[in-house]
């Protein structure tokens, strides 16, 4: 097992790398969502650098995906600040942040089963469009057509462009809705867990998928999967009980023995 520096509970902006000189993607500043009596996320902090991949990791019900709900605005923060890009978007509605660049995919695939792949895509393209209510239909040239077929390219689907979505297996599923948060240039996108109820196969295909993504584009991925999680990220942030527990790099966090007695069961 490698040697591991000693981890800082808690905030992860010092130690985390920049991979870019022009500042942070995303800083949260003590967020905090309650309900009722019940924190879900309790005073969490971290910042991602612009360009960077960043993983949260945590077991069931350590606050991951209510995190992300308030990133997005799904649920927002009862407490604390989230800044996007420089920009204070605490209060924003979830649709002035999908504008201002912000995306995400969610535990269960949200797609339009009785359409092909090739149409999903092209409504994702349309949905954050400039004239995205026009009735006129888009030609072969048009715009949002040649976006809609450079996702099916950078989504690795071209080769089933035309087929339904009720047709696809899970993994297919889960490439189509990544192609779909693609889609208008996005500046940061959270995946939640996109691994899950993936076979080995269809998991090193959503590797290479990841690892393909810009070096200009941030992500955060929630993943159960460590294995998927610490190869395709960059810093990692552990969650316990809705609060952050470690933050550090893969190799700190695979050889951490509190993560590893929490999470692993004292082994990776």
């Known amino acids: 097992m490698a040697t591991v520096t000693p981890l800082r509970p808690g905030h992860a902006r010092a130690a985390a790398p920049r991979a870019l000189a022009s500042g942070d993607a995303l800083v949260l500043e003590g967020v905090t969502r309650a309900f009722g009596a019940l ?6 902090s971290f910042a991602v650098a612009a360009g960077q991949k960043y993983a949260v990791l945590g077991s069931n019900g350590a606050g991951k995906t209510t995190l992300f709900n308030a990133i997005t605005g799904d649920f927002p923060p009862t407490a604390g600040r989230i800044r996007f ?3 204070d978007i605490t209060e924003l509605p979830p649709h002035e942040r999908i504008r201002k660049g ?5 535990q269960s695939s949200l797609l339009f089963r009785d359409l092909s792949v090739r149409d999903n895509l092209f409504l994702a393209v349309r ?5 995205r209510f026009s009735l006129r239909r888009a030609g072969a040239t048009h715009a949002s057509t040649l976006a809609t077929q450079d996702l099916l390219e950078r989504a690795r689907l071209s080769h089933i462009a035309d087929e339904l979505v009720a047709n696809l297996a899970h993994g297919q599923q889960r490439q189509l809705e990544i192609g779909m948060a693609l889609a208008g240039a996005p500046r940061l996108i959270l995946f939640d867990e996109p691994a899950a109820g993936l076979s080995p196969a269809e998991r090193r295909e959503l ?6 993504l810009p070096a200009h584009m941030s992500f955060v991925l929630i993943e159960h999967d460590l294995d998927i999680a610490l190869r395709v990220t960059e810093y990692v942030t552990v969650m316990h009980n809705g609060r952050v527990l470690k933050s550090g790099t893969p190799a700190e966090i ?3 023995g ?6 692993m069961g004292g082994r990776h």
């Open 258 to 263: 509190e993560v590893q007695a929490i999470y």
């Open 127 to 131: 949905g954050v469009a400039n004239g």
């Open 254 to 256: 695979e050889g951490d």
């Open 39 to 44: 924190r879900a996320v309790d005073t969490v």
């Open 207 to 212: 590797v290479a998928l990841l690892n393909s």
């Open 85 to 87: 890009f420089g920009e």
């Open 102 to 106: 912000l995306r995400r995919t969610y």
